[in-house]
């Protein structure tokens, strides 16, 4: 059954570097979306992704973070200077269209230090 | 902006017994879904309800949705150990964002 891959699977970063987390979503999939996880807590949308461009992204989506789709199968999110509250699992999901149900990756668990 | 509360947050029940646990969101919402997350692990799709008294049923659990009400229960009967996990519920917002619950952590004891 196809499924949704994430790498790394765990990444440590010191406060303030690049991260790069990579996605690839479900290959016939079009809608592509990032959320974040902090440990034991509810999860939060960051943004969607649709058509080549952004369609929609919350308040925690500010100018650290972008996303992109540099070929047809890779979908990454990078957060451009982290914090330490940036610390978080970091799940992407995909679907194909707007009323099936999202498909969540196994996520990237990133801890700032 | 919608927001989607869920109760109880914690829930532990014995094997056998019967509960449902409640989803509310704030506005007009047409598509409603449910999640299950074990620990440490990621969130796998359990229903997705797109209309007002859709009801669907797998297994042990049953999910209904009232629109009218913006409401939907997941119900569980006759729980087993393996149900353990925490259920979230989400809601559509109508653009391309979908809002999470808290979650309801559930325990079943043996």
């Known amino acids: 059954e196809p499924e949704v891959t994430q790498t790394p699977s765990h990444q440590v970063t010191q406060m303030g570097q690049e991260v790069i987390l990579r996605c690839v979503p479900i290959?016939?999939?079009?809608?592509f979306y990032w959320y974040r996880q902090i440990l034991g807590q509810k999860v939060e949308f960051l943004v969607s992704f649709y058509n080549n461009e952004i369609s929609e992204k919350s308040e925690i989506f500010d100018d650290q973070f972008s996303v992109e789709r540099p070929d047809g199968s890779n979908f990454t999110l990078k957060i451009r200077s982290t914090k330490l509250e940036d610390s978080a699992m970091y799940f992407c999901?995909?679907?194909?269209?707007?009323?099936?149900?999202?498909?969540f990756g196994p996520g990237t668990r990133l801890l700032v230090l | 902006e919608l927001k989607v509360e869920q109760n109880p947050l914690f829930l532990s029940m014995q094997e056998g017994k019967n509960y449902t646990i409640y989803c509310n969101y704030s506005t007009t919402s047409d598509r409603l879904y449910w999640y299950r997350q074990d620990p440490g692990k990621s969130l796998e799709s359990l229903f997705v309800?797109?209309?007002?008294?859709a009801v669907k049923q797998e297994g042990r659990l049953m999910a209904s949705l009232d629109t009218k009400a913006r409401l939907s229960t997941l119900h569980i009967t006759a729980a087993v150990h393996d149900l353990s996990a925490t259920y979230f519920c989400?809601?559509?917002?109508?653009?391309?964002?979908?809002?999470f619950g808290a979650g309801t952590r559930l325990f079943v004891k043996a």
């Open positions: 999901a995909s679907k194909r269209d707007p009323q099936e149900t999202q498909y």
């Open positions: 290959s016939n999939h079009l809608y």
């Open positions: 309800l797109l209309s007002n008294g």
């Open positions: 989400a809601a559509y917002t109508g653009g391309f964002k979908t809002i």
